[in-house]
């Protein structure tokens, strides 16, 4: 055994670690922004306008079920009790723990392959194109590993009151008795066509404001110093700033497609007449015709429905996951022998 190889972690160990480590991160923040997950969830699946401005150019004369985010989680509270912000939480967290662990063990995976090295500081030296295209492969992986979770959240959280399935073992028979074991899968053409721009620009940009602070920390540090200083070591703070930044730019950009998965995965769901018109099966051919029937019917305001939750999730979510992840692979690391 050389040398090089005698420096580098064990492979199967650093998978774990990886594995680990996505999982925790995954978990903390599904559980800290659930609630605007959920409102967002709300305003995505509603055909009717979503905010006040649009709500006066429509001529319908049905009055939306939720209109402005304050007034949703006041209508969802007193409607649902607290517990409504965490709908679909069960499903959510089965989503995100094997997503987030599959997304980082294949990232590193890929990474290590490109850099030739599994070290965190070798990692840091890929050019940002690699770095985008690493994001994009695990979060493609990582899709297709836990959709039909992502799936079972999203009809689960937007269900509201009567409940249309009383757990998720219900809306699961239900499911697949109705549309078969491919309607788990309903919505999953636009997710991948979504998740690669998204994941990409998600590790990508992280990646960035990384090295970026990283030659920030050795400028001060070195005129602070005097001299030529070689920590650049980053901060909690300063991860959580990258996470953040990360998280707000690719969900911006991505957001319209997540409406369209959404559509998809609510197809014939059978709401209370008082959420307002429902999305029936088969109503969109596909991605593109979803894209359209949108787009004549509702507007540019109906690929943007839930922009503001979203946004406002996005950006602690991608701070939280790349915080906990940094600090619970630093740990998992420490701790497995």
């Known amino acids: ?62 009055k939306p079920k939720y209109n402005g985010l304050f007034r949703t989680a006041k209508e969802i509270f007193r409607e649902e009790g607290l517990s409504g912000f965490w709908r679909g939480n069960v499903p959510a967290l089965l989503m995100v723990v094997p997503y987030t662990s599959i997304q980082f063990a294949v ?21 940002p194109y690699l770095s985008y295209i690493s994001g994009a492969l695990a979060g493609c ?23 249309v399935y009383p757990n998720m073992r219900s809306a699961f028979l239900s499911i697949v008795q109705t549309r078969g074991i491919k309607g788990l899968y ?3 053409s636009p997710t991948l066509i979504e998740i690669i721009p998204y994941a990409g620009l998600q590790f990508g940009t992280y990646d960035t404001f990384k090295r970026w602070s990283m030659v920030y920390n050795q400028r ?21 700033l990258c996470g953040l930044a ?20 609510v197809e014939g769901l059978q709401r209370d007449p008082k959420y307002g018109a429902r999305v029936e099966i088969n109503a969109y051919k596909n991605m593109f015709d979803a894209l359209g029937q949108i787009l004549r019917t509702e507007g540019w305001h109906g690929l943007y429905k839930g922009i503001v939750p979203s946004t406002i999730k996005a950006a602690p979510a991608g701070a939280v996951t790349f915080v906990a992840y940094e600090l619970a692979s630093d740990w998992f690391e420490a701790n497995l022998t």
């Open 220 to 240: 001060y540090r070195s005129s602070a110093s005097g001299s030529v200083n070689q920590n650049d070591s980053l901060s909690s703070f300063q991860l959580f």
């Open 1 to 62: 055994m050389s040398g090089t190889e005698l420096e580098e972690p064990g492979q199967i160990k650093r998978a774990v670690i990886d594995a680990s480590a996505g999982a925790v991160a995954g978990a903390i923040s599904r559980m800290v922004t659930s609630p605007l997950d959920v409102i967002k969830i709300r305003f995505q699946v509603q055909l009717e306008p979503t905010a006040s401005w649009a709500l006066t150019k429509n001529e319908s004369p049905v």
């Open 107 to 127: 990232l590193h995976k890929v990474k290590s392959f490109a850099a030739g090295s599994s070290k965190a500081e070798n990692h840091a030296q890929l050019s």
């Open 186 to 188: 309903a919505g999953l």
């Open 246 to 265: 990360a998280g707000t730019i690719s969900k911006l950009v991505c957001h319209p497609l997540d409406v369209v998965k959404k559509r998809f995965q």
């Open 141 to 163: 992986a990582a899709t297709v590993g836990s959709y039909p979770f992502d799936l079972l959240r999203t009809v689960l959280a937007s269900q509201g009151e009567p409940k």
